[in-house]
Each structure stands twice: as structure tokens, then as C-alpha cells.
């Protein structure tokens, strides 16, 4: 079975980050690979295992022909990756991003499946694996928990508030997975020696056959710091506060 | 050591290094008190560290390992032991068995141990010290007579270390009365079912309780007229084994050099941090000169500490002598280790008294590594001696 995994490059989170002039984060420092997008590797490598063959393609777009992200996914076990880098994409939105990707996986050859995380970490817009089904004709199926091959179709548990739907759709599909479903695996220290050898295919917009020099239509006006936490409520122990604690948590559903 | 050309570049070093400083973070470091507290065998780090590939770093690809170079092997260790400093003990022992198979052992050893050992499919134990015998080398007594295809082994060898989980132990054993006694000294294959107490003439008779590095077993090993094959003699001939030991010491000092300089950047790190947010007379004890100018002592002896450790292990993977630099470097780091940890206790005051706080853990594993590899009053015996030779009149 063959499957694409969209991989974004993200400066290290656990690190400072800094903002470029038009609100978007500054990008020309060492990025690393989305956790969020670890899990949908994870993912792709166990369902290329258990269908006993076929490859794991990466996707990725990313400035400065960033491919140390990449170069983790493919010593988890990733075939190959295919890295889109251009300046005239820096600061592209959601929409612009999943035209870029939509025509980079067709350019990864047949594809059963297209994996994507449910948002990044760095953006959390969560809309280009959606965008890109509809540019690429895929049905879509989101929050996936897990994911079943069957005969030419995938059942998905997609993950919901109560629990999970059961969905069913033909392959190929694109699916957004939900992070931490699954442990992605440490790369062995034989997968990070083989890693650079493995083929990295490096492109530009126009080796798409697109054009961005019209720009795109999101523009990001002002950006402001998240509100600080409220304060919590207090509940003083009176012998009873346990039945106050317990009703905090049925008005929440957690029980 | 023949080493792998195209992986040791410094990019991918520092790769492999990050995903040992990840694996540590989210694997070791959270359990390692509790199992600390508990001694318990961590089963799941063990196959964790199979998983990555780590107990083959140094064995040559033509026998499944990685044919990496000492310098990522001791940067390996720093950061296990970061964590925990037991879980760089199950590599240690392994490691010089490796070595001493690697350039002592046949052909047919080598094919034979490698592959299994590079895959950590088994592990192994290294074996000098007996209960009357630990500086002094020379003083064992375990005996191995040869009668017909094989030794019977007789006597008792201490301070086994991994010697429950291994399936391989490279014994030092006597198989002649010569003067002087070394050259009476022969190196053992001796193999055993992985976890088992008693297998033929071999019994684990003890498992010693320690101060620290608990959590790995160190164990006390009865040979009572024990068969080993003579195909098991390591390099097929008697009177070698002393000098192979002592060339696997030399790498073993170099290993508890890495150990000490990671568990001592743990306890600075751990410092560095609780001096910021302690408070203390109106403001966090950083700010507190007699504090702050400990933490400048041990960041600064940290440092030197490392720069002689990679200064040793750079040597050695040219090919170089570095006995003098190893013993400086085991010696200077250990006793640095030991300095930090105690300054770490003080800046945490009775919280780095406390088990909720990893000081303590880090304090009792400190001095194993002033005595382990060759106590630290031998160390000097060694460099004095190396520098008396180099100095010559
Ligand atoms: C936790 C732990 C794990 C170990 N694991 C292993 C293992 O896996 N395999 C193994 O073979 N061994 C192992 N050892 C044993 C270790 O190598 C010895 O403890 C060490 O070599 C010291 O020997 P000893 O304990 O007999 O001390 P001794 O040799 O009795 O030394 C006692 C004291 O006398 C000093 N001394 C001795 N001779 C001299 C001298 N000539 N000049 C100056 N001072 C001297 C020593 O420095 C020390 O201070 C382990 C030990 C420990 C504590």
C-alpha cells in the first residue's frame, strides 16, 4: 500500500520564536518535525506493514530547503520525501499551502491514502487536509483514531466528544489523524544512518505549474497574546466538598 | 577500532545523540526514581535501548552493528546517564565484551558472539573483581583446569554487574601457577541462559544490595566445577588474559568519565534551575553570592571535566595511545561528579535530602564512579606511572 504522510517542519516549540514583520512566525532557524505529524507517520509505517508492501512517501513545505524534519520521519522508515521550498511561498496561507501540497502528492505516483495531523502545532489552523480532498477529489475523513484497511476502502474511528464514530470510505482518501493516538517510534540508530541516503526530491512553485505571485487572500492583521488562565474555582473542605467536586464534573460531562 | 566512515559525520552524530537525549527524557528520567527506590529491573528501557540499536554502536556493520566511533559512544553514555546513570551500566559491561571479542576473539568467536550481542539479542557481563581481589588484579584465585574439549571452572568471582540478565560473561580466570602471575591469566567465554540463578556448574549466588546504581543488578557468581568449552578460550590461547582485560579497562575508563560528566550536568542543571526559583531573605538564592559562585565552580568543572574526556576518546578513535589521558580524564571527572553533587545537595537544602527531589539519587550514584574501573588512588598509580615513562631522565 502506498501512502503520502504530509510532514510539516516547525521551529522547535520548546525553544523561543520569534514573528516576522507580517505576523508570521519567523521560519529561518533549524526547524524539526511536527509531533503532531509523528503520529500520522507512525501510522502510515504500520499500515504499510501490515499490508505487507508498498512505500511511505513524505510531503512537506518548508523554506530554506529545510529537511532535517524530514530526515526523522524518513529514519522512522519513510521511503522517500518530496520537499517543496520556495521564498515566493513564504507566508502562504492555509488555501495556498493545500495547493502546493495537493500538487506535490500528485506528483508522489499512486497513492492509496493521503495522512495528515489534525492541526500543527506551530499554526493550528486545521483546514489544509481538508482543502486538500476537495482539490484532489478524496473523500475526507477527519479526527482519525484508528484507521483499518479493508478490500479497497479504510473504516475509520473518528474520534468525537462521546466516543467515536465508525466511517467507511474507498481509497485513495485523505485522512487528518488526532495527535496521540498511537506512540510513533524512536528512529533506530540504523534508520538515522540510512536516513541520508534515502531520496529527498527538492522543488520549487513553478516545478508544480503553479503561480503564486498573485499572493493569497489571508492577510493577519494583528496578533495578540493569549488571555491568561482565569483563576480557578475554589471549593473549602467542609467534610462535603466531594459532592461539589462531583457535580463540577457532571456539569462538565466528565462523568 | 575499525570505524564507519560515513556515519560519523558530525551531523549525524548529533542526530543520534538527539534521539538518545529524547528517549532519555520521556523514557528514563520519569521512571528512574521509582525504580530507583524499588531496585527494580527497568525491562522496558532495556528493550527500548535494543530497539534503538544502541548495544551494537561499536561493532563493526560486517557483524550487524553500527561501526560507530568512541566519541558517539561516550556522548551516548552522557546522556543515559543524564537520566539515570544505571541504564549506561547495562551498556558498559556489554561494551567492553564487544571490545574484547572485536580484538581479541577468532574468526569463529566473533561470528559466533557479535551478530547476537550488536542486536542485543543477549548481553553481557564483564568479570575481574572476586570477593579477595579488586585493585589487585593479579590476586584471583578462580581456577580453570583443562580436561579434555573443555575447562572446569572452580571458584568465586564478585561484583558481577548485569551478571543476572547476561547470556555472555567474559570471565578472568586462572588457567596456570606462573611467576609473575599474569601470564597464567586466560580470558573465558563463559555463556549462560539470560536470567537464570543456576545453570550447570555456574550459580548467581547473591544479588548485592547497594547505595546506588540500583535498578542493574551486580551479582556474586560461584563456578563449582563449571564445564566451558575450550572453544570459549577468548583469542584461542592461554596466558593473554590479563593484558586484554586491562586494554578493555582502559576503554571502561573513558565510559565512567561519560557517566560522571552526565550525571553532573544533571545535578547543575537540576541546581541552576531550583537556585532561580528558591527563595530565600527576599529573593530566589541565586542571587545569593555563596550560591551563585557555586554554580559558577560547577558549570566550570563540568566543563573541563568533558574537555578531557573527548580529548581521551578523540585519541583513541585516531588510533593513538591515551591509557594517561583516559585515567586524567576518569579520574578528574569522577571527582568533579562527586564536588557537584554534594554542592548540588547544599543548594537544595532539605529538599536535596529529600526522595522527592532526584539529588539523592544522584548523590548515591556519585561514588561508584570515584571507585569503579579502577579505584581513583589506582587511577594515579597509573598516570604517575605513564608520566614517569614519558618523562624519563
Ligand atoms: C557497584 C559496583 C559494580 C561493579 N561492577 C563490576 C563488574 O561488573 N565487574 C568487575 O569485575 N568488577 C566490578 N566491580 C568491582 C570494582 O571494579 C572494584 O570494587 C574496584 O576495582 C576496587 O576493588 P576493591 O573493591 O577490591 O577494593 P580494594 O582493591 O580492596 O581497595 C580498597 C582501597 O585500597 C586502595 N588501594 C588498593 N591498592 C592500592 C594501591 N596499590 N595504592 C593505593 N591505594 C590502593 C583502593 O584505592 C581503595 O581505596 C564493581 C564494583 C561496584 C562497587
Same mark, same amino acid.
Given at each position: 500500500?502506498?501512502?503520502?504522510?504530509?510532514?510539516?517542519?516547525?521551529?522547535?516549540?520548546?525553544?523561543?520564536?520569534?514573528?516576522?514583520?507580517?505576523?508570521?512566525?519567523?521560519?529561518?532557524?533549524?526547524?524539526?518535525?511536527?509531533?503532531?505529524?509523528?503520529?500520522?507517520?507512525?501510522?502510515?509505517?504500520?499500515?504499510?506493514?501490515?499490508?505487507?508492501?508498498?512505500?511511505?512517501?513524505?510531503?512537506?513545505?518548508?523554506?530554506?530547503?529545510?529537511?532535517?524534519?524530514?530526515?526523522?520521519?524518513?529514519?522512522?522508515?519513510?521511503?522517500?520525501?518530496?520537499?517543496?521550498?520556495?521564498?515566493?511561498?513564504?507566508?502562504?496561507?492555509?488555501?495556498?499551502?493545500?495547493?502546493?501540497?495537493?500538487?506535490?502528492?500528485?506528483?508522489?505516483?499512486?497513492?492509496?491514502?493521503?495522512?495528515?495531523?489534525?492541526?500543527?502545532?506551530?499554526?493550528?489552523?486545521?483546514?489544509?487536509?481538508?482543502?486538500?480532498?476537495?482539490?484532489?477529489?478524496?473523500?475526507?475523513?477527519?479526527?482519525?483514531?484508528?484507521?483499518?484497511?479493508?478490500?479497497?476502502?479504510?473504516?475509520?474511528?473518528?474520534?468525537?466528544?462521546?466516543?467515536?464514530?465508525?466511517?467507511?470510505?474507498?481509497?485513495?482518501?485523505?485522512?487528518?489523524?488526532?495527535?496521540?493516538?498511537?506512540?510513533?517510534?524512536?528512529?533506530?540508530?540504523?534508520?538515522?544512518?540510512?536516513?541520508?541516503?534515502?531520496?529527498?526530491?527538492?522543488?520549487?512553485?513553478?516545478?508544480?505549474?503553479?503561480?503564486?505571485?498573485?499572493?493569497?487572500?489571508?492577510?493577519?492583521?494583528?496578533?495578540?497574546?493569549?488571555?491568561?488562565?482565569?483563576?480557578?474555582?475554589?471549593?473549602?473542605?467542609?467534610?462535603?466538598?466531594?459532592?461539589?467536586?462531583?457535580?463540577?464534573?457532571?456539569?462538565?460531562?466528565?462523568? | 577500532?575499525?570505524?564507519?566512515?560515513?556515519?560519523?559525520?558530525?551531523?549525524?552524530?548529533?542526530?543520534?545523540?538527539?534521539?538518545?537525549?529524547?528517549?532519555?527524557?520521556?523514557?528514563?528520567?520519569?521512571?528512574?526514581?521509582?525504580?530507583?527506590?524499588?531496585?527494580?529491573?527497568?525491562?522496558?528501557?532495556?528493550?527500548?535501548?535494543?530497539?534503538?540499536?544502541?548495544?551494537?554502536?561499536?561493532?563493526?556493520?560486517?557483524?550487524?552493528?553500527?561501526?560507530?566511533?568512541?566519541?558517539?559512544?561516550?556522548?551516548?553514555?552522557?546522556?543515559?546517564?543524564?537520566?539515570?546513570?544505571?541504564?549506561?551500566?547495562?551498556?558498559?559491561?556489554?561494551?567492553?565484551?564487544?571490545?574484547?571479542?572485536?580484538?581479541?576473539?577468532?574468526?569463529?568467536?566473533?561470528?559466533?558472539?557479535?551478530?547476537?550481542?550488536?542486536?542485543?539479542?543477549?548481553?553481557?557481563?564483564?568479570?575481574?573483581?572476586?570477593?579477595?581481589?579488586?585493585?589487585?588484579?593479579?590476586?584471583?584465585?578462580?581456577?580453570?583446569?583443562?580436561?579434555?574439549?573443555?575447562?572446569?571452572?572452580?571458584?568465586?568471582?564478585?561484583?558481577?554487574?548485569?551478571?543476572?540478565? #547476561?547470556?555472555?560473561?567474559?570471565?578472568?580466570? !586462572?588457567? *596456570? +601457577?606462573?611467576?609473575?602471575?599474569?601470564?597464567?591469566?586466560?580470558? /573465558? =567465554?563463559?555463556?549462560?541462559?539470560?536470567?537464570?540463578?543456576?545453570?550447570?556448574?555456574?550459580?548467581?549466588?547473591?544479588?548485592?544490595?547497594?547505595?546506588?546504581?540500583?535498578?542493574?543488578?551486580?551479582?556474586?557468581?560461584?563456578?563449582?566445577?563449571?564445564?566451558?568449552?575450550?572453544?570459549?578460550?577468548?583469542?584461542?590461547?592461554?596466558?593473554?588474559?590479563?593484558?586484554?582485560?586491562?586494554?578493555?579497562?582502559?576503554?571502561?575508563?573513558?565510559?565512567?568519565?561519560?557517566?560522571?560528566?552526565?550525571?553532573?550536568?544533571?545535578?547543575?542543571?537540576?541546581?541552576?534551575?531550583?537556585?532561580?526559583?528558591?527563595?530565600?531573605?527576599?529573593?530566589?538564592? #541565586?542571587?545569593?553570592?555563596?550560591?551563585?559562585? !557555586?554554580? *559558577? +565552580?560547577?558549570?566550570?568543572?563540568?566543563?573541563?571535566?568533558?574537555? /578531557? =574526556?573527548?580529548?581521551?576518546?578523540?585519541?583513541?578513535?585516531?588510533?593513538?595511545?591515551?591509557?594517561?589521558?583516559?585515567?586524567?580524564?576518569?579520574?578528574?571527572?569522577?571527582?568533579?561528579?562527586?564536588?557537584?553533587?554534594?554542592?548540588?545537595?547544599?543548594?537544595?537544602?532539605?529538599?536535596?535530602?529529600?526522595?522527592?527531589?532526584?539529588?539523592?539519587?544522584?548523590?548515591?550514584?556519585?561514588?561508584?564512579?570515584?571507585?569503579?574501573?579502577?579505584?581513583?588512588?589506582?587511577?594515579?598509580?597509573?598516570?604517575?606511572?605513564?608520566?614517569?615513562?614519558?618523562?624519563?631522565?
Amino acid at each position: 500500500m502506498n501512502i503520502v504522510v504530509l510532514v510539516k517542519q516547525i521551529p522547535d516549540p520548546a525553544g523561543p520564536s520569534e514573528l516576522e514583520d507580517d505576523y508570521t512566525l519567523d521560519r529561518n532557524c533549524k526547524l524539526i518535525l511536527d509531533e503532531s505529524d509523528s503520529y500520522g507517520v507512525e501510522i502510515a509505517l504500520q499500515l504499510r506493514e501490515t499490508s505487507g508492501g508498498g512505500e511511505v512517501t513524505l510531503v512537506s513545505m518548508a523554506p530554506n530547503k529545510e529537511v532535517s524534519g524530514i530526515r526523522t520521519a524518513l529514519a522512522m522508515g519513510a521511503e522517500k520525501a518530496i520537499l517543496v521550498t520556495d521564498d515566493a511561498l513564504s507566508g502562504a496561507d492555509a488555501l495556498t499551502t493545500a495547493k502546493v501540497l495537493a500538487k506535490a502528492i500528485e506528483r508522489a505516483g499512486d497513492y492509496d491514502l493521503v495522512i495528515g495531523a489534525t492541526e500543527s502545532t506551530d499554526g493550528y489552523v486545521g483546514t489544509v487536509p481538508a482543502a486538500i480532498a476537495e482539490l484532489l477529489g478524496l473523500p475526507s475523513v477527519t479526527f482519525a483514531k484508528k484507521i483499518e484497511v479493508q478490500e479497497g476502502k479504510i473504516v475509520v474511528q473518528r474520534q468525537t466528544e462521546a466516543g467515536y464514530d465508525l466511517i467507511e470510505a474507498p481509497l485513495p482518501a485523505m485522512i487528518s489523524v488526532t495527535a496521540g493516538v498511537v506512540e510513533p517510534r524512536y528512529p533506530s540508530f540504523k534508520g538515522i544512518m540510512a536516513a541520508k541516503k534515502k531520496p529527498c526530491d527538492i522543488i520549487g512553485v513553478s516545478d508544480l505549474g503553479l503561480d503564486v505571485s498573485a499572493g493569497w487572500g489571508q492577510e493577519i492583521l494583528s496578533v495578540e497574546d493569549a488571555p491568561a488562565r482565569a483563576a480557578g474555582e475554589k471549593i473549602e473542605d467542609d467534610g462535603e466538598s466531594y459532592l461539589k467536586i462531583v457535580e463540577f464534573l457532571e456539569n462538565k460531562k466528565i462523568i | 577500532m575499525p570505524v564507519n566512515p560515513d556515519s560519523t559525520t558530525d551531523e549525524i552524530r548529533e542526530e543520534l545523540i538527539d534521539t538518545v537525549r529524547r528517549f532519555t527524557a520521556r523514557k528514563i528520567t520519569p521512571i528512574a526514581s521509582d525504580f530507583d527506590a524499588a531496585d527494580e529491573y527497568p525491562a522496558e528501557i532495556v528493550a527500548g535501548m535494543k530497539d534503538l540499536g544502541l548495544f551494537g554502536i561499536t561493532v563493526p556493520p560486517a557483524y550487524g552493528g553500527l561501526g560507530l566511533d568512541l566519541v558517539t559512544y561516550a556522548r551516548v553514555v552522557e546522556e543515559l546517564s543524564y537520566g539515570w546513570m544505571s541504564v549506561s551500566g547495562f551498556l558498559n559491561t556489554h561494551f567492553m565484551a564487544c571490545f574484547l571479542l572485536m580484538e581479541f576473539g577468532t574468526p569463529e568467536q566473533k561470528t559466533h558472539w557479535l551478530p547476537r550481542l550488536a542486536s542485543g539479542e543477549i548481553r553481557a557481563a564483564y568479570s575481574l573483581s572476586e570477593p579477595d581481589a579488586g585493585s589487585d588484579v593479579q590476586a584471583i584465585r578462580t581456577k580453570a583446569m583443562q580436561t579434555g574439549q573443555s575447562y572446569e571452572v572452580n571458584g568465586t568471582k564478585m561484583w558481577l554487574s548485569n551478571g543476572l540478565h #547476561a547470556g555472555l560473561v567474559v570471565t578472568l580466570v !586462572k588457567t *596456570a +601457577d606462573t611467576d609473575p602471575r599474569h601470564k597464567g591469566m586466560s580470558v /573465558l =567465554l563463559v555463556e549462560k541462559p539470560p536470567g537464570a540463578t543456576h545453570f550447570e556448574g555456574l550459580t548467581v549466588s547473591k544479588k548485592i544490595r547497594k547505595l546506588g546504581y540500583r535498578g542493574l543488578e551486580t551479582v556474586e557468581f560461584i563456578f563449582d566445577q563449571h564445564s566451558v568449552p575450550v572453544a570459549n578460550l577468548l583469542g584461542g590461547k592461554e596466558g593473554h588474559g590479563f593484558r586484554q582485560m586491562m586494554a578493555a579497562v582502559e576503554l571502561g575508563r573513558s565510559n565512567i568519565a561519560a557517566r560522571a560528566v552526565g550525571v553532573a550536568r544533571r545535578a547543575f542543571d537540576e541546581s541552576i534551575r531550583y537556585a532561580q526559583q528558591r527563595k530565600a531573605f527576599g529573593q530566589v538564592i #541565586a542571587h545569593h553570592q555563596a550560591i551563585a559562585h !557555586k554554580l *559558577a +565552580d560547577m558549570s566550570t568543572k563540568i566543563a573541563a571535566a568533558r574537555l /578531557l =574526556l573527548y580529548d581521551a576518546v578523540q585519541k583513541k578513535d585516531r588510533g593513538e595511545r591515551c591509557d594517561l589521558e583516559a585515567g586524567q580524564a576518569k579520574l578528574f571527572a569522577s571527582e568533579t561528579c562527586w564536588e557537584v553533587v554534594q554542592e548540588a545537595m547544599r543548594i537544595h537544602g532539605g529538599n536535596g535530602y529529600s526522595a522527592e527531589y532526584p539529588i539523592e539519587r544522584l548523590y548515591r550514584d556519585a561514588p561508584l564512579m570515584i571507585v569503579g574501573e579502577g579505584t581513583n588512588e589506582i587511577q594515579k598509580n597509573v598516570i604517575a606511572k605513564r608520566l614517569l615513562e614519558r618523562h624519563a631522565l
